[in-house]
């Protein structure tokens, strides 16, 4: 009985076109097509893929808080002032922004709201990541006071009216004498007497801070005026979001007070950052 003929090279076509199927490298390791780097090298994406639509998410009663003006005006004209204006931007998925402006006799006050998505184009950084270098150069820019340091002061022996030793050449000066000059109040992160000065701020997101910037006097047409911005800026994940609020006086060379327009940016704050762990 003859044989059937054993076909070497049919095996081995088998196997080269078994081996083409698979998704597995030359070393059996899985490659990111995209990135070009094995995918367990490539960093997680932020959690959020979209954003919000930024002139409906300040709700009317914030904006009837913030915008004290738009009472008096007429149904057809406040509702368009509560409406907004919409920033323009090309990709509403990686930024969006809307402001709005309120005029009244005593002045003016504007509030603009911009939500950004960041993403990170090096495939070794996560978007977070990303995110916290960002928001760390606007962290920078703001020139926040140092946070308060937790070390204990140094002790002084020496009694309220007693003598404390010199450095060879300066002149003895007793402690608590009205001739030494007092010391300087180092600043803090965490709030004055007041609470007022720009400041980290904790419980809104995975950081944020709040910066309050004023001008004392200027020139509008000729008239004197007083106005003061407050900024809040917080991030969560891989999202900034910046709050800037001012307040303008008419004829007025007084600056609007800064408690008053720190609580309502705060406020929108805390409404806007439950937005995102909805």
Partial sequence: MQRKAYVPGLALLVALASGCSSGSGGDGSTADSK????????????KYRTLPEPCRAVNKGALKDMLPGAAALAEADATKEY??????????????????????????RRLTVDFERVVSYDPTVSD?????????????????????????????????????SPAAGAPSVPVGSPTGAPASPSPSGSGGADGVQPRRLSGLGDAAFLNDVSSPSGTDGGSATGQRTVTVVFRTSNVIVTIEYTAQAVASAAVPDSKELQEQAQALAGKLVEQFSE
């Fill in 83 to 108: 409406a907004g204006t919409a920033d323009l931007t090309y990709d509403t998925d990686r930024r969006v922004g809307c402001r709005w402006k309120d005029e009244t006799p005593e002045g003016v």
């Fill in 35 to 46: 990135a070009g780097v094995p995918k367990s090298a490539v960093a997680q994406p932020g």
């Fill in 128 to 164: 977070d990541d990303q995110t916290k270098q960002l928001y760390g150069k606007k962290e920078t820019a703001a020139n926040l006071p140092a946070p308060k340091s937790s070390a204990p002061a140094p002790s002084v022996s020496a009694t309220a009216g007693s003598s404390v």
